[in-house]
């Protein structure tokens, strides 16, 4: 804190003329997948990530060991972890030891818009190795101006972030713009051994025009935090895991009267020490379980406009390697090689009056240099109207998709506390959904009925047998779900509401399985609110909610239903000095996101901002 607090100093006085990245309008955007959700995107824990504004997603499932921001894995529609991509620029940013670690992006939100989510045929088309969804950031245009925020709250929490940023037009008709931010957090935790210590640093350089930006992100983190039962479920083990996250991404995007391109490539390292038990010393060797990770990739993405008939494609080449690992060396390889590409051509067809169809077909091609190649066909259709009454549309689709699993499964050893199978392969999803909406520009709703099928899907699973120990398994899931998403606008108050239904059907064939950690995971009732209520002059209130009832699990201790909460009141004016109060876990909710693993109990804060 030290160190921030200096810096903070540093930065303000010789930066005055600089921006603040942080988006200054907490209005609540579209609900269709587009914009924010919720209505706090600051929580009151820690600084904000990017996992943070899915926390109360109505169509992301954030679940957490502990601070969602110290480690959380999203899932959608009844997928797991693993299935849901997270994408900057035109490419997907993985990790490939585990996708526990796929949200592990070390970018200040406030550098990024609002995310994006892609699902079906538009994640089939731009997503990588995610075979539900894509959780889609673009880069924020840069402008002047500069931020100081300091926190403080219950259990020993500290923490604070900086902003510094400016543009200038030294070329004709291109600004040459950069922003600097770094974060700091520390805190007890709620519960004991629940402590975290949190670093993030980021450079962002941007070249902007009219119909084109260009920009270089240099972004490194180093995340300390505890937590009981973590990833093992039982509470009486003491967990920690540190990670420090390196990445560096250059992204260019121009746009055309005929379509637009995209084009981007990232570098990521990440070196990971978890320990099961922190009261232990390490030996160095197996059940250290430390692992370094490297991750390079390219990657584009592009609309050709045409009279009748668009052309969407995207594609990425990735390679990785498992640098060093004491505990995943069992498996056949340590590098990998991908490819993916799409091509999906779009008819469209003008029914007059404000009709019109659009018609998708096309697929994805992926290939691995260890686990051969995939074709999954996409096809769509979709009707849209505009009228007095509003904007309606109805659509149709299918999407086949496929990805692969990452080292933790292919080279843990086959017992121990993370067995692993070698064996296991390209895992595969088939998805039908019937969707249908209506905007009348005041309030507007979407209902989505989908039925999935996951092939070999990798799960972790359990046998009361060996208690300590969980074993990788492939498994064939058939989901069925109902999705319903509304949002409505008045001068002073924003909301939107959700409520999903989920229904799961699973065969692990031969193996023996009494529970599941990951894949029975989830709720059958999902209920979401959020309201953003202005009053005042400068003020607001935000309050995010979500009621979940569980699937019966074994393993979870206490109640299979959960009701959720974070509110804030805060001041903040558009320059000078604001202040908020935020409350995360309103009702001390003592539900268990996972099977064994202590709940986050209610943390409060209040934290001071200079804007300039």
Do not use: C
Request: glycine letters at 12%; hydrophobic letters at 35%.
């Amino acid at each position: 804190m030290k160190r921030l607090l200096a810096l903070s100093a540093t930065m303000f006085l010789f930066g005055t003329t600089a921006t603040a990245q942080e988006d200054q309008s907490e209005e609540l955007a579209e609900i269709t997948v587009t914009g924010k959700r919720v209505a706090n995107t600051r929580p009151a824990g820690t600084y904000s990530a990017v996992a943070t504004a899915l926390r109360f997603d109505p169509i992301t499932e954030l679940q957490s060991r502990g601070l969602p921001e110290g480690q959380a894995d999203v899932t959608v529609r009844g997928g797991l972890f693993e299935n849901t991509g997270f994408r900057a620029g035109a490419v997907t940013v993985m990790d490939p030891q585990t996708g526990h670690y796929a949200a592990e992006l070390p970018i200040d939100p406030d550098l990024l818009d609002a995310p994006d989510l892609l699902i079906g045929v538009d994640n089939a088309v731009a997503g990588f190795n995610s075979n539900i969804a894509t959780v889609d950031y673009a880069f924020r245009k840069i402008e002047d101006g500069g931020s100081v925020l300091l926190g403080a709250g219950s259990d020993s929490l500290r923490f604070g972030s900086l902003q510094l940023a400016g543009t200038t037009a030294s070329l004709p008709g291109r600004d040459v713009g950069y922003a600097i931010t770094a974060a700091q957090s520390s805190g007890d935790g709620t519960v004991p051994n629940g402590d975290h210590d949190f670093e993030r640093y980021n450079v962002h350089l941007q070249l902007g025009g009219a119909s084109q930006q260009t920009d270089l992100l240099l972004s490194y983190q180093d995340k300390f935090y505890g937590w009981p039962g973590a990833y093992t479920g039982f509470a009486s083990l003491p967990e920690t895991d540190q990670t420090k996250t390196t990445l560096v991404l250059a992204n260019h995007f121009v746009e055309q009267d005929t379509g637009f391109l995209e084009l981007g490539a990232f570098y990521r390292g990440l070196e990971d020490d978890y320990d099961f038990d922190r009261t232990t010393n390490e030996s160095g060797g197996p059940g250290s379980f430390d692992h370094e990770t490297r991750v390079y990739g390219i990657g584009f993405e592009g609309l050709r406009r045409g009279a009748r008939l668009d052309w969407r494609y995207a594609g990425q080449l990735t390679s990785d390697e498992l640098v060093f690992s004491t505990d995943l060396v069992e498996g056949d390889f340590t590098t990998r090689d991908y490819v993916t590409a799409s091509v999906v051509p779009t008819l469209r067809l003008d029914g007059g009056n404000g009709r019109e169809v659009e018609l998708q077909f096309g697929g994805t091609f992926d290939w691995s240099s260890r686990d051969g190649s995939e074709f999954s066909p996409v096809v769509a259709a979709t009707a849209r109207s505009d009228g007095a009454s509003g904007s309606r549309f109805v659509a149709l689709e299918y999407a086949a998709t496929s990805q692969l699993p990452g080292y933790t499964v292919l080279n843990s050893p086959p017992a121990g506390l993370f067995g692993g199978n070698p064996d296991l392969g390209r895992e595969t999803a088939r998805q039908l959904s019937l969707a249908a909406g209506l905007d009348t520009g005041r309030w507007d709703g979407k209902v989505t009925l989908f039925y999935r099928e996951d092939d070999d899907l990798v799960d972790w699973t359990f046998a009361t047998g060996a208690p300590f120990a969980r074993q990788a398994n492939a498994v064939d899931i058939d989901v069925t779900g109902v999705e319903l998403l509304g949002r409505g606008r008045w001068p002073d108050v924003d909301l939107v509401a959700s409520y999903t239904y989920l229904d799961k059907d699973a065969d692990y064939g031969s193996a023996t399985v009494d529970a599941s950690f990951y894949a029975l995971n989830f709720a059958t009732h999902r209920a979401t609110l959020a309201v953003l209520y202005r009053f005042g002059r400068d003020f607001e209130l935000r309050f995010d909610s979500e009621y979940r009832r569980q699937r019966d699990n074994p393993l979870r201790d206490g109640s299979d239903e959960a009701f959720l909460s974070s509110l804030a009141v805060a001041w903040e004016p558009a320059g000078g000095l604001g202040v908020a109060l935020t409350a995360d876990n309103l009702t001390d909710d003592d539900y268990q996101q996972f099977p064994g693993t202590p709940a986050v109990g209610r943390q409060v804060s209040l934290s001071v901002r200079y804007q300039w």
